[in-house]
């Protein structure tokens, strides 16, 4: 069962690619997505409060090769380990990236350089 069936749509979302004009951390693995770096960025409004994630052109790749009918932001991780999708060297990525970037989440990516 999806975990989206439990909870209620947005009220509003827009998801493109875009060229980073800062830097930003990736919502999912939570590298650094450098200046000039094309990356997904969702924006949107859940339970009356707006949102805004990025997420790594890495990351992107490693979804496109899951199909889902939903997906959580920020729950690749659990995604990729609930539904056995350990098998996808690009997945796989996203875990080690994701270790290894765990002690730097809350810091903002521009601190990171």
Not at 57 to 83: N, S
Request: glycine share 6%.
């Amino acid at each position: 069962m999806c975990d989206c069936e439990d909870l209620d749509p947005p009220e509003f979302f827009a998801c493109d690619m875009v060229k980073a004009r800062r830097p930003h951390r990736c919502c999912e693995c939570f590298a650094v997505i450098a200046v000039g770096e094309v990356h997904q960025s969702v924006r949107g409004k859940w339970d009356g409060t707006f949102a805004a994630f990025r997420t790594c052109p890495q990351c992107v790749a490693a979804m496109q090769l899951m199909p889902h009918a939903c997906r959580l932001v920020g729950e690749l991780h659990k995604e990729i380990r609930d539904d056995d999708y350990g098998h996808i060297p690009e997945a796989l990525a996203v875990l080690d990236r994701r270790s290894a970037n765990w002690g730097t989440r809350r810091q903002p990516a521009a601190a990171v350089y």
